[in-house]
């Protein structure tokens, strides 16, 4: 329970994976750091389904007046968070973590362009984000995809 209401309060769900204290404080990986939240079975490989769920309790856990829709606001608490999961990355892996956490941004996810995302908008560019994830093309997310 302690792990999923921290997974909750995180950005883009990726800073609730504890970063290692050791070789000089260097984050986790970003392929084990992403799967190790967005791989919900543990299977090594995150689905469409997988995503679209977490991409819920991630819309859940930013939409603070529970109406449905990011405000700029919300999303302004969005995007400090998800710059906080790039934080502490350097080189390519900086590159790859940006890039996960672009899929969210809200030019990704404000399909109609009203500055605003509804939760419906923000679930279905899901399978846009897993498209630009997947570099095999497999339908799923595998440390392979996000090998460096």
């Given at each position: ?17 504890p ?7 260097a ?23 997988e ?8 819309f ?28 502490g990355?350097?080189g390519?892996?900086r ?6 956490t ?10 109609d362009?009203d ?9 279905d560019?899901?399978q846009?984000?897993l498209?630009?994830?997947d ?8 440390a392979d995809?996000?090998a460096?």
């Amino acid at each position: 329970m302690q792990r999923l209401s921290a997974v909750l309060c995180a950005a883009a769900l990726l800073a609730a994976m504890p970063v290692a204290a050791s070789e000089a404080d260097a984050p986790m990986p970003p392929a084990e750091r992403f799967l190790g939240v967005w791989d919900l079975d543990g299977d090594g490989r995150a689905t469409l389904e997988e995503l679209e769920t977490m991409r819920g309790r991630v819309f859940k856990s930013f939409d603070r007046n529970g109406d449905g829709v990011l405000d700029a606001a919300e999303y302004e608490a969005f995007d400090a968070a998800r710059e906080g999961d790039v934080a502490g990355y350097e080189g390519d892996a900086r590159v790859l973590m940006q890039r996960i956490t672009d899929g969210m941004s809200l030019s990704a996810s404000d399909a109609d362009g009203d500055g605003r995302v509804q939760r419906a908008e923000f679930i279905d560019g899901t399978q846009a984000w897993l498209d630009d994830l997947d570099r095999n093309g497999d339908g799923v997310i595998t440390a392979d995809d996000l090998a460096l």
